[in-house]
Every structure is written in C-alpha cells, then in structure tokens.
C-alpha cells in the first residue's frame, strides 16, 4: 500500500513558476513508477510526466515539454513538478500516481493516487 499527499499548488500569475511536491509513504516507494496528471474542470485526467526508480523519465505531454520538469528524491519519499511559464491553460487539479509496472503515461494503469492540489494560473 501507498499514500500519496501532493502539495505546492496556488495562484500565480502567467509566466510563472510552482513547484508541486507529492510525499510517499508505505513500502518499496523506490520499485514504483511515479507520474504527474491533471485534471481541468469539465476535461479527462491528463498525462503530465512519469518518471521510474532509477530516474528514468517518460517524454513528457507536449503541453508541457520544455516547461515542466519531473524529478525524484528517493530517499526523501518524495517527487517534484517544477512547472515554469506557466500558462493559463494549465490551471487544473494536479494529482500524483504511483504505478508498479513500467513507466506508464495511461492514468487506468497507476495503482495510487493521492487527493490532488489546485494550480490556477492568472492571464
């Protein structure tokens, strides 16, 4: 079993920068893929980035290439989205995953979930 508590969400204006963060607890967090998704009111949960235990990163979605950036702190427990110029499109729900196999970028094949931070980004 895995817990995932995500935070760093906030308003910020275009052009801006936030960092999400998402603390694992429970076994084995290293064996696990862990992925990045949003979710924008009346749209289906999206693809952000994956990345596996030895740091392997997933491409990630075009929306964000070049802007987002996935990172891990194994022995922290923890994941990181750093999410530069950021855009009024990428105002959603911001949810972290944790896979068992593969690096996965379909949401139906993440195990965990945790409950979601809010990132609104001003025009």
């Known amino acids: 079993q895995v817990q995932l508590v995500e935070s760093g969400g906030g308003l910020v204006q275009a052009g801006g920068s936030l960092r999400l963060s998402c603390v694992a607890s429970?076994?084995?967090?290293?064996?696990?893929?862990m992925g990045w998704f949003r979710q924008a009111p009346g749209k289906e949960r999206e693809f952000v980035a994956t990345?596996?235990?030895?740091?392997?990163?997933?491409m990630p979605a075009d929306s964000v290439k070049g802007r987002f950036t996935i990172s891990r702190d194994i022995p922290n427990n923890t994941i990181y989205l750093q999410m530069n110029s950021l855009k009024p499109e990428d105002t959603a729900v911001y949810y972290c995953?944790?896979?068992?196999?593969?690096?996965?970028?379909?949401?139906?094949?993440?195990?965990?979930w945790g409950q979601g931070t809010q990132v609104t980004v001003s025009s």
């Open positions: 995953a944790a896979a068992q196999w593969g690096l996965p970028t379909n949401p139906r094949l993440y195990d965990y």
């Open positions: 429970g076994r084995a967090f290293s064996s696990y893929a």
């Open positions: 990345i596996n235990g030895i740091g392997v990163r997933s």
